[in-house]
Each structure stands twice: as structure tokens, then as C-alpha cells.
């Protein structure tokens, strides 16, 4: 029996006589959490009949040459990698040979992965950024949920131009911070508050007014010394400012409205996501979360950057990134498969829980759209390219999108990766004709 009621540092080493040796893992250094499995079950019925999207995102590309199938369209036979989401073949559909044009690659995939921009195209500026389409049907949905949207990922706040921790970008481009403790996340999203911290509450959002209210009437008055360019500079910041009011304000709306009760006695809500251990259990948490924020209305849409790009661990604790530079090597590529696989089985293990909830006449997966997917494609070299992007789209039988099929495209001379994004929210009725480079929804995928 183990009587450890604390698990031991993966650094525990044996000391003596000025020696140190470092231990083998041990099962004493194993979380609790990760050892034993996650209990958590979904719930029979769901009231919410709302349209919903999650964007979930995994970095580095994929095993291009395990994860394609060798046919196309209906009754197509899943390649080896797909084959893990057997289960759901009639609920997903496979999008091959799309991309972004205007994106370069590289170790910027999540930044516009949702985007479609072309980072470089302001002259005098090595970044710029535009909406995120997660955004844009958050604009329209966020105002009647708690959350206009969530951004998560295994590094909380943004992190830096080009290597970016979130998905979401706002009308001005600007990145989104996001969170990645299961912990906080629950609580922010179900825990009641006190009183006292409600009241703390209204506080900061009238020190955070005020502030803006004066940056706003500043503006007002070095808006008439700067010349046009810069004016208009300077209006797309005060937009966002004007954003951030706007949610502020409606944050000071939902203070009094209580949180949906939520047990949490089978989530797991200590794992750590870049704890190799944990890594498992920390994608299946997160995904919990997130089925449970759809199924209570708090928010209908989410980002999901389940690892920064050049960064990532598979199941087993493998260096992601390092296998998707395999250059071809059969062993590093069969270890690519491996965390694909690994990937997947998250994936299918969060659309069984929807198809599993009844909603209305159907289940939640028939009104929750899942794009799950890479903006890279690491090749049979193990590149970095922003063509033929590993991608695929499941659920929202309800809103229009049609499945069971394999939707293959020329890479060379394809429909952009944005006519996806643009179908998605369309089928949320959001207007988002003019989106990034779209030309309209994606022909047979509704």
C-alpha cells in the first residue's frame, strides 16, 4: 500500500557521501489524478437547444502519410490514424488539400489558424493580426451567455507574435489571453461567489470604467493633433477600448445572476498541462469543462490551443515537436502517428459525451460544431507548410453540415481553409461574407 499522501518530486534523488543519483520514475512520483482514470460521466439531457462551436487545435502538423485515406467521398475508408474515430465516422467530415494562401507557416500556424491573415501585410510591421472567426460569432451569441467566448490552452496568457498561447484575436487583432488551470477555470465558470466577493467585484469594474472613461476623453483631444494615418491608427485602438467597455459592462450585468451548479467531485481539476504525466487527464478535464459550459448555456464558443505550436507532449510524455521534425525517418514518424492517434482519442472520447446527451429531437453533438485540426502540415519532410492542413468537422447535423464523407481538394488550387471558417459561422447566422479570404461556404459541406 502506499502510504505517501503526497507524490515525490520527479527530481527526488538518493544522497550520500557527496553522490547524488537521480531515481527512475517511480510510482510514488505519479500524480493520484493520473493514475487512476476519470470517473466523469455526461448527463442524460440537455436544455440548451443553442448552436454552439469549439475550435480545438493541436500543433506541429500530423503523420500527413497516416492520416489521409487513400479514397474520397462517401464510405471512404478511414486511414490509421482516423481509424481510432470509428465510432463517429458518420458524425465528422474530412476536409483534405485546403489551407491558408496568404499564410506563410512556420511556427505561426495557431496565429492565424483562425484568422487566414497575412501576418506581414502592414508595411513597416512585422505582425499584424485580424479577427479571429471565433470572435466574430461571439460577437453575435456572447450576448446572451455569461461568457462571450472562452480561450484555452496549456499556456495561460497570449505569449508572443508568432508563437502565440490563444487562438482568439479581436476586431483589432489583438491577442486574447488565455487559461489553462483546470482549477481556475471551473471556479470562474461555476463556482458560486460570496457577497463580499461580488461586492469586490463591482469594484474592480468601476476602477476599470473609470480608467477607460479617461483614455477615451484623452483620446478625444490627441485625436485633433495627429495627422489622418495616425488618426485612423488610433481609432482602430479605441475600438478595442470601446470592446473592452462593452464587456465590462455586460460582466457587471451577470454579477447578480447565479452560476449554474456544477458537481465537481469527478473532475480532475489539479492536472497540470505541461507536466508529461498529467497530460492525458488534463486534455480530458479541460474537455469536460467545456462540454459542461456548453450544456449549462454559459458560453457558446470556445478556443482550444491544446499546445503552443513548437511545443506539445503525446500520451506517453513524447516531444511533439521533435517528431514532426522526422525528416522522414520511419521511427520518428510511426512516433507522429502515435500522438495523432493519442490526439483523436480525446477528440472521439468529447464527441461521445455530446452524441450521448439528449437534446430536443437529437443530442448536443447535432447542434455543437468541433473543428479539430493543424495550421501546418509537416509533410513527408517534416516542413512547415500552411498547405493541405490536417483538418476535419464534426457535429452540427442540426445546423446544416453534412458527414460520413471524405471532402478532398487540389492543395495547389483549392477553395481557402477560410470557406470553412466562413460555413461555420453561417450556420450560426452570423454574417461573415468579406471573412479574411472566403469566397463563401464550402461546397459540400452543407
Not at 467521398?73 to 490514424?81: D, E, F
Not at 498541462?273 to 480530458?284: E, F, G, K, V, Y
Not at 490551443?305 to 520518428?332: I, P, V
Not at 448536443?364 to 493541405?388: A, E, I, Q, W, Y
Request: proline fraction near 5%; aromatic fraction near 6%.
Amino acid at each position: 500500500m502506499n502510504i505517501l499522501h503526497q507524490p515525490l518530486s520527479r527530481r527526488h534523488a538518493l544522497r550520500g557521501l557527496g553522490v547524488s543519483l537521480s531515481l527512475p520514475l517511480l510510482d510514488a512520483m505519479i500524480p493520484s489524478g493520473f493514475a487512476a482514470p476519470s470517473k466523469f460521466k455526461p448527463l442524460a439531457k440537455s436544455d440548451s437547444v443553442k448552436p454552439r462551436a469549439i475550435f480545438c487545435y493541436i500543433p506541429n502538423g500530423v503523420n500527413i502519410a497516416e492520416w489521409l485515406p487513400k479514397d474520397e467521398g462517401r464510405g471512404y475508408t478511414l486511414s490509421p490514424s482516423l481509424s481510432v474515430l470509428k465510432d463517429h465516422q458518420a458524425d465528422f467530415t474530412l476536409l483534405s488539400g485546403l489551407g491558408h494562401p496568404r499564410c506563410t507557416g512556420g511556427h505561426s500556424g495557431a496565429d492565424t489558424w483562425l484568422t487566414g491573415a497575412d501576418l506581414k501585410s502592414t508595411p513597416g510591421s512585422d505582425y499584424t493580426n485580424s479577427q479571429s472567426i471565433d470572435q466574430l460569432i461571439a460577437g453575435k451569441h456572447g450576448k446572451e451567455t455569461r461568457f462571450t467566448s472562452l480561450q484555452l490552452s496549456d499556456n495561460s496568457g497570449t505569449g508572443s507574435a508568432g508563437h502565440s498561447h490563444t487562438l482568439s484575436f479581436s476586431r483589432s487583432g489583438t491577442p486574447l489571453p488565455a487559461e489553462n488551470s483546470p482549477q481556475r477555470l471551473f471556479e470562474r465558470l461555476f463556482v458560486p461567489e460570496t457577497a463580499d466577493d461580488r461586492a469586490a467585484t463591482l469594484r474592480r469594474y468601476a476602477e476599470k470604467k473609470s480608467i477607460l472613461d479617461s483614455i477615451l476623453g484623452e483620446a478625444k483631444a490627441l485625436n485633433r493633433q495627429l495627422s489622418g494615418p495616425d488618426q485612423e491608427k488610433l481609432e482602430e485602438y479605441l475600438a478595442s477600448v470601446r470592446l473592452t467597455e462593452l464587456r465590462v459592462q455586460r460582466l457587471e450585468e451577470w454579477v447578480d445572476v447565479p452560476k449554474p451548479e456544477i458537481d465537481s467531485r469527478h473532475l480532475q481539476l489539479t492536472m497540470q498541462p505541461n507536466n508529461a504525466h498529467d497530460r492525458p487527464m488534463w486534455i480530458d478535464v479541460m474537455m469536460e469543462i467545456n462540454y459542461l459550459a456548453f450544456l449549462t448555456d454559459t458560453t457558446r464558443v470556445i478556443s482550444f490551443e491544446w499546445s503552443r505550436e513548437a511545443g506539445g507532449r503525446g500520451g506517453g510524455g513524447e516531444n511533439h515537436h521533435q517528431l514532426s521534425h522526422h525528416g522522414g525517418d520511419a521511427g520518428m514518424l510511426r512516433g507522429l502517428a502515435k500522438i495523432d492517434r493519442f490526439h483523436l482519442e480525446r477528440l472521439g472520447r468529447f464527441l461521445t459525451f455530446l452524441k450521448a446527451t439528449k437534446e430536443a429531437d437529437g443530442s448536443m453533438l447535432d447542434r455543437t460544431m468541433v473543428l479539430f485540426g493543424s495550421g501546418m502540415n509537416s509533410g513527408s519532410g517534416g516542413g512547415h507548410s500552411p498547405k493541405n492542413l490536417p483538418l476535419l468537422i464534426a457535429g452540427g447535423h442540426k445546423l446544416g453540415l453534412k458527414h460520413g464523407q471524405h471532402l478532398k481538394h487540389d492543395e495547389k488550387s483549392h477553395p481557402p481553409f477560410a470557406n470553412v471558417l466562413r460555413t461555420m459561422a453561417e450556420a450560426m447566422d452570423v454574417d461573415a461574407d468579406g471573412f479574411s479570404d472566403s469566397q463563401g461556404r464550402l461546397t459540400g459541406l452543407v
